[in-house]
């Protein structure tokens, strides 16, 4: 059974580059068809897409974070990464990885406070 | 792109029914039968509960049901049980632009 872990920084500083790792265990993240995916969702708010990946490399992101987003994948570790530059407070949230399609498996999020 | 809207929130008594529904535009809910729901209880991760408008994942009980008629989709829980006191948030595919949008989220109460 597939599992999502992420893991990171949970302090940044405003104006530098959130960075995040999701590991990828009981499977190959290079098996089947999947996409996978970032969600974040701030304090008492719902949930918004950031982006994904294929394990090609392809990646799509949500068009008003397309400017600050990066996703990476490495398979020889069976994880993924997103990196968002230029955080402000606004930034602040709970992240998740989660597989798609349908975002069947997610993890168990990793909070993220932007504050000097 | 604005998030779907959904209620703020629903209640029911246990063993009714309760229907939550999950407004967009024909370039997402409309446009795609690319609808899914997600449980999410205080604390913890989403969990997915419908997707592709009707489809439950293996382990999901058939309490829970997605419909969807033009822009409008739908989640409906039959039977409510107290532990489906939660959140729940609809997500649609937006096409390859937008990719995907998710709805206000709606928070089920069982009195």
């Known amino acids: 059974q597939v599992q999502l872990q992420e893991s990171g920084p949970g302090l940044v500083k405003p104006s530098q580059t959130l960075s995040l790792t999701c590991t990828v265990s009981g499977g190959s993240i290079s098996s089947g068809s999947y996409y996978w995916s970032w969600i974040r969702q701030p304090a008492g708010k719902g949930l918004e897409w950031i982006g994904r990946?294929?394990?090609?490399?392809?990646?799509n992101y949500n068009p008003s974070l397309k400017s600050r987003v990066t996703i990476s994948v490495d398979t020889s570790k069976n994880q993924f990464s997103l990196k968002l530059s230029s955080v402000t407070a606004a930034d602040t949230a709970v992240y998740y990885c989660?597989?798609?399609?349908?975002?069947?498996?997610w993890g168990k999020g990793t909070t993220v406070t932007v504050s000097s | 792109q604005s998030a779907l809207t959904q209620p703020r929130s629903v209640s029911g008594s246990p063993g009714q029914s309760v229907t939550i529904s999950c407004t967009g535009t024909s370039s997402d809910v409309g446009g795609y039968n690319y609808v899914s729901w997600y449980q999410q209880h205080p604390g913890k991760a989403p969990k997915l509960m419908i997707y592709?408008?009707?489809k439950r994942p293996s382990g999901v009980p058939d309490r829970f049901s997605g419909s969807k008629s033009g822009n409008t989709a739908s989640l409906t829980i039959s039977g409510l049980q107290a532990e489906d006191e939660a959140d729940y948030y609809c997500?649609?595919?937006?096409?390859?632009?937008?990719?995907?949008?998710f709805g206000t989220g709606t928070k089920v109460t069982v009195l």
């Open positions: 990946i294929y394990t090609s490399g392809s990646t």
């Open positions: 592709d408008v009707s």
């Open positions: 997500c649609s595919y937006a096409g390859s632009y937008i990719f995907y949008v």
């Open positions: 989660a597989r798609e399609p349908d975002m069947d498996v």
